[in-house]
């Protein structure tokens, strides 16, 4: 029994150095797309700070800007550019470094486990010496069946927890972008003008944040997708939040637009809901069944152990 039991537990890290191989490949994957947005956002950054920079440059033309009033308005569209780039390019260097961090836990877990395939060697010739060649092969058959069925269970659990946490980050900023939407039409309606529109803003800032952390959550969902064989695409666009975060102005036609773009992230939030549901759904009907397998499995090994 202990020689059985040693198999197991050297069989199941090595299941574990497997699986970490697979992860280390998508978070390496999720990290190089992540660098190439970096890149990117520091190319837009460098070019807007250059607009910056010329029109700070004195000139006959900017002073004869300045004169009829179109300076300053120019300057500040340009400035709020530089600054939306910025915020931006900072929340991408947050992820990389969190993708960085996350890649290196999983390269030193692996690299503890290192001398595991050939304990699993050692362990399974152990097991050998014990059996017949027609024993061995029918009982490691079972066994190989069983034990991936019981991997597949527990790597869908994980994924199953994984996707409960996104699921209610998606829920929560759901709550805050309906409660923003109710407070735009009474800031439109002019009702509570002032107390309205600073309701809404909060509300825009409570989900702008929750889309933040559920970005991070969707990346853990994903990655423990991977050992089930799910590729699934999450998108959580809150750059369209950046201008109103920053810079408001009471009039219709931007109280419309910001209603518009309130309409647009409700709608994200809903898609990904969706999404995750069907996931999830899909998840469930593959535990039921290795579930079910795992009951006949189990009855076909004490079958075996009594009748060998």
Same mark, same amino acid.
């Given at each position: 029994? $202990?020689? =059985?039991?040693? +198999? !197991? *537990?050297?069989? #199941?890290?090595?299941?574990?150095?497997?699986?970490?191989?697979? @992860?280390?490949?998508?978070?390496?994957?999720?990290?190089?797309?992540?660098?190439?947005?970096?890149?990117?956002?520091?190319?837009?950054?460098?070019?807007?700070?250059?607009?910056?920079?010329?029109?700070?440059?004195?000139?006959?033309?900017?002073?004869?800007?300045?004169?009829?009033?179109?300076?300053?308005?120019?300057?500040?569209?340009?400035?709020?550019?530089?600054?939306?780039?910025?915020?931006?390019?900072?929340?991408?260097?947050?992820?990389?470094?969190?993708?960085?961090?996350?890649?290196?836990?999983?390269?030193?877990?692996?690299?503890?486990?290192?001398?595991?395939?050939?304990?699993?060697?050692?362990?399974?010739?152990?097991?050998?010496?014990?059996?017949?060649?027609?024993?061995?092969?029918?009982?490691?058959?079972?066994?190989?069946?069983?034990? $991936?069925? =019981?991997?597949? +269970? !527990? *790597?869908?659990? #994980?994924?199953?927890?994984?996707?409960?946490?996104?699921?209610? @980050?998606?829920?929560?900023?759901?709550?805050?972008?309906?409660?923003?939407?109710?407070?735009?039409?009474?800031?439109?309606?002019?009702?509570?003008?002032?107390?309205?529109?600073?309701?809404?803003?909060?509300?825009?800032?409570?989900?702008?944040?929750?889309?933040?952390?559920?970005?991070?959550?969707?990346?853990?969902?994903?990655?423990?997708?991977?050992?089930?064989?799910?590729?699934?695409?999450?998108?959580?666009?809150?750059?369209?939040?950046?201008?109103?975060?920053?810079?408001?102005?009471?009039?219709?036609?931007?109280?419309?637009?910001?209603?518009?773009?309130?309409?647009?992230?409700?709608?994200?939030?809903?898609?990904?809901?969706?999404?995750?549901?069907?996931?999830?759904?899909?998840?469930?009907?593959?535990?039921?069944?290795?579930?079910?397998?795992?009951?006949?499995?189990?009855? !076909?090994?004490?079958?075996?152990?009594?009748?060998?």
């Amino acid at each position: 029994m $202990d020689k =059985q039991y040693d +198999i !197991k *537990e050297v069989r #199941e890290r090595f299941n574990r150095y497997n699986r970490l191989e697979k @992860l280390i490949q998508e978070k390496g994957r999720q990290l190089a797309v992540q660098r190439d947005r970096l890149s990117d956002l520091y190319r837009q950054l460098e070019k807007e700070n250059r607009d910056v920079e010329e029109l700070e440059r004195a000139s006959f033309s900017s002073l004869l800007a300045r004169i009829t009033g179109q300076m300053e308005q120019k300057m500040e569209k340009e400035v709020q550019e530089a600054r939306i780039v910025e915020l931006r390019f900072n929340d991408a260097k947050r992820v990389e470094k969190e993708l960085l961090e996350e890649l290196t836990k999983l390269k030193d877990e692996q690299y503890r486990l290192r001398n595991v395939k050939e304990e699993y060697k050692i362990a399974l010739s152990m097991k050998r010496d014990q059996l017949s060649p027609s024993q061995l092969e029918e009982m490691d058959r079972l066994q190989d069946e069983l034990h $991936d069925c =019981q991997s597949t +269970i !527990k *790597e869908s659990k #994980e994924a199953l927890t994984a996707g409960e946490e996104a699921k209610e @980050l998606v829920e929560r900023a759901q709550r805050s972008l309906s409660s923003a939407q109710n407070w735009g039409i009474v800031d439109m309606i002019g009702a509570l003008d002032f107390i309205a529109d600073m309701a809404k803003y909060q509300k825009i800032n409570e989900a702008k944040q929750l889309m933040n952390e559920l970005q991070m959550a969707l990346r853990r969902f994903k990655t423990e997708l991977v050992d089930v064989n799910f590729d699934a695409r999450f998108v959580v666009n809150i750059s369209s939040f950046d201008t109103m975060m920053d810079f408001f102005f009471d009039n219709m036609f931007f109280d419309f637009m910001v209603q518009s773009k309130i309409n647009d992230a409700k709608r994200q939030m809903d898609g990904i809901y969706d999404q995750i549901n069907n996931i999830m759904a899909e998840l469930e009907s593959i535990n039921d069944r290795n579930t079910n397998k795992i009951s006949e499995l189990k009855e !076909k090994i004490r079958q075996f152990i009594e009748e060998a």
